[in-house]
């Protein structure tokens, strides 16, 4: 499955199989948790990865090194997942950088994370995301 797909499922989890876009054009829209699943749904949603439990992961190269951890997921007004925030270096929340990364990027989800040729290095020259 590619890392796409995965960070789609993980969107999909997390807005309760609804688009985000669907929820605000619905009038008998259930609540997050509410609806009843077929179980062709089941089996999708089963074999894609909780957000919590990405959150806070490692973030590993190609040549297994650490070189960071998701701090966040960013979703795209249809609903996908377009942007892992990966924070990189800092010790104890003091240094730390932020750094938006295309999920495109991630080459592998399970069972690490992986951004293929990065370094902290390259990491720490990009431009810093800033939280609104």
């Keep these: 499955m590619n890392s796409k797909v995965v960070w789609n499922v993980v969107i999909v989890v997390i807005c309760g ?3 985000v876009g669907a929820m605000s054009q619905q009038t008998d829209t ?3 948790g ?3 699943l077929a179980v062709g749904e ?3 949603i089963a074999t894609g990865w909780r957000a919590s ?4 992961a490692s ?3 190609d040549t297994d090194q650490k070189i960071g951890s998701i701090r966040d997921l960013i979703v795209a007004p249809d609903g996908t997942v377009s942007v892992a925030i990966v924070d990189v270096g800092g010790f104890l929340g003091v240094g730390r950088h ?3 990364i295309p999920v495109q990027f991630f080459t592998q989800v399970t069972p690490r994370i992986v951004l293929s040729g990065a370094t902290k290095e390259s990491l720490k020259a990009m431009p810093e995301f800033r939280f609104s």
């Design 42 to 44: 089941l089996d999708f």
């Design 17 to 19: 199989i609804l688009p």
């Design 59 to 61: 973030v590993y190269n």
């Design 30 to 32: 259930p609540i997050a």
């Design 98 to 100: 932020h750094v938006a």
């Design 34 to 36: 509410s609806a009843t």
């Design 53 to 56: 439990k990405l959150m806070h």
